[in-house]
């Protein structure tokens, strides 16, 4: 289980949210990468040194400092789609091999390099992403997949770089993984239950499903 590159990301204009920027366009980055937390969402800041997001109010801050996602579901999306996807192309920092990141429980922990990460929640697809992808239905062919790949916030400053391994170091005795939190807060409501009370799914998330189970 290892990171096959660190990626960050270039500004460049966003026409599908109608915002001054997106940071979706994430390359391959030599050499180590400093991580760390980077506090509250509002910022624009996130985990890794030199990237941001510019969507303040869904994007960046402590619950999404870093991105990963796999080469194998790249891989399976590639072969779909008939199209080349490099690493980084679904705008995530880090792209994986050997690890089944979406089998990954919320709450578990992942020592890469020096830093300690600690898995927070699914990516949800959004309008930048559907529009940066250029593919028809692409929002809903992403979410019928529930192939999200996880947010992890940042327990331990450190760096990572590219070849370093992913050790799994906590695994929660739960059973709510990435793609089965993706599902419940998609398309299998009757799962959202099984996520209100797991502790490091994001507060303001588990608020709304609170909300969301008492009307």
């Known amino acids: 289980m290892r990171v096959l590159t660190?990626?960050?990301?270039?500004?460049?204009?966003?026409?599908?949210k109608r915002l001054p920027a997106t940071g979706i366009d994430k390359q391959?980055?030599?050499?180590p990468v400093a991580v760390a937390a980077p506090g509250p969402?509002?910022?624009?800041?996130v985990?890794?040194?030199?990237?941001?997001?510019?969507?303040?109010?869904?994007?960046?801050g402590d619950d999404q400092a870093v991105y990963a996602y796999a080469r194998e579901d790249l891989d399976r999306w590639q072969e779909e789609l008939g199209r080349d996807l490099p690493n980084g192309c679904f705008g995530e920092n880090l792209t994986t091999a050997g690890i089944d990141v979406n089998a990954a429980l919320?709450?578990?922990r992942w020592r890469i390099g020096s830093a300690l990460l600690e898995v927070s929640c699914p990516r949800i697809p959004c309008a930048t992403f559907a529009g940066w992808l250029d593919e028809g239905g692409w929002m809903r062919r992403f979410t019928q997949a529930?192939?999200?790949g996880p947010y992890l916030r940042v327990v331990e400053t450190g760096e990572v770089s590219a070849g370093d391994a992913?050790?799994?170091v906590i695994?929660?005795?739960h059973g709510m993984t990435v793609a089965r939190a993706f599902r419940a807060v998609t398309t299998e409501p009757e799962l959202l239950p099984q996520l209100v009370d797991v502790a490091a799914f994001p507060a303001e998330d588990r608020a709304a499903i609170r909300r969301r189970l008492a009307r």
């Open 28 to 31: 391959p980055v030599e050499g």
């Open 47 to 60: 985990g890794l040194a030199g990237d941001r997001v510019y969507d303040l109010k869904h994007h960046g």
């Open 146 to 148: 529930a192939l999200p």
């Open 171 to 173: 695994r929660p005795e």
């Open 166 to 168: 992913v050790e799994v």
């Open 106 to 108: 919320i709450g578990e």
């Open 6 to 16: 660190v990626n960050v990301g270039r500004p460049r204009p966003n026409p599908w």
């Open 41 to 45: 969402k509002g910022t624009g800041a």
